[in-house]
């Protein structure tokens, strides 16, 4: 772990920065892979799987048998604990859907907005060693509220060719159209592409490694949005005396143990809380399945301590992490002060792996900084926003002369005259 103490402003951009990985080297492979599946569609997306995940495929569509099948495989404390993160989940996005309000610009002008979902979006889910089954309700969930007619889900398949059965229940119970085995680079490839069985969408969605972040960046080339740059997962901890060291070490290591290029950082006015968070880190690790991969997220982050916590707000603002924990009774005086951030956590009881799983916010998250301009998946990521507006005569006389100087203005005449002529009747 790097540990730092008062480091001065000038130091902060240097602080501040991700795990580095080299750019060209992936973008070139993420090139051949869409070549690939572009030229040979399932039989590419076959290969891949014994390429990369090590699994043998003989096709690629998940079929109703196994997902019918997934259910018994899972305990019911486990189908309880999915329905009711599911409620939660629901709650939270229903409560995004907007109520038409129209607005009388000018006498006899009328402007809205009305939603539409967009029909055809691509969900990623990771699967490897952390099956996150828990990403399928935070996109299927506001997909289905939002009135998405067609929800695909890609997820790579184990070395037996099957897939986590946590996920195709979960897929089944959030009404995932069709689900398919395959991963990584390739998935992102075949939905934006289309295969023999994979249908093209409008939209992809979902976390993923340095490659899955590529292959959704450049899949806009063609013409395909994505959700946001989600890459490897990251938090925070703002902590004041009022902390528990133990609690703020186990939320660095919930985030540390997603993966190695993981990023922790933890920042303190108090040298007790310091020194202790630090000591409970090193010691609750030892007990971690995943320590290895949370040893090697650990070298990548950083322990400061700071004078205040205003000045810790603004090193956060400057970092915009994916996920902001703070660990602290009273946290209402700094909620205003927060300009960056995916998703907060207020108080010393609101673990993150609350978000991740049950509380009913969305944990797919803008990373890398990208919470300075990106926000977290919600239900407006599954819906357009188009807008209509109605012009009586008299709304068109009211306003006709600002438009007819304005065009004319611009030299636009027949903007001009697409006034004028309706004026004369």
Sequence with gaps: MKI????????????????????????????????????????????FNKKFDKAETKSIAVTEEEINNAENELSNDLKKAIQQAKDNIFKFHDSQNPEIQK??????????RENRAIEKVGIYIPGGTAPLFSTVLMLAVPANIAGCEEIILCTPPDKNGAVNPAILYTAKLCGVSKIFKTGGAQAVAAMTLGTESIPQVYKIFGPGNQFVVAAKEYAQRYGVAIDMPAGPSEV??????????????????SQAEHGSDSQVIFLTTDLKVFNETISAVEQQIKDLSRNEMAG?????????????????VEFSNLYAPEHLILA?????????????AGSVFLGNYSCESAGDYASGTNHTLPTNAYAKNYSGVSLDSFVKKITFQHLSKRGLQNLGKTIKVMAEAEGLLAHKNAVSIRLKK
């Design 4 to 47: 730092y103490r008062y480091p001065v402003k000038d130091t902060w951009t240097e602080l501040v920065k991700r795990p580095v990985f080299e750019r060209e080297e992936i973008s070139g492979l993420i090139a051949e892979i869409f070549a690939e599946v572009e030229n040979k569609g399932d039989k590419a997306l076959i290969g």
């Design 296 to 312: 090697k997220a650990l070298e990548n982050s950083c322990f400061i301590l700071l004078n205040s916590l205003e000045e810790a």
């Design 103 to 112: 607005i009388e610009t000018t006498k006899g002008v009328v402007c809205w």
């Design 328 to 340: 602290m009774d009273e946290f209402e005086k700094y909620i205003p002060m927060i300009q960056n």
């Design 236 to 253: 925070l901890v703002i902590a004041n005396e009022q902390a528990v060291p133990e609690f703020c070490a186990a939320d660095l290591l």
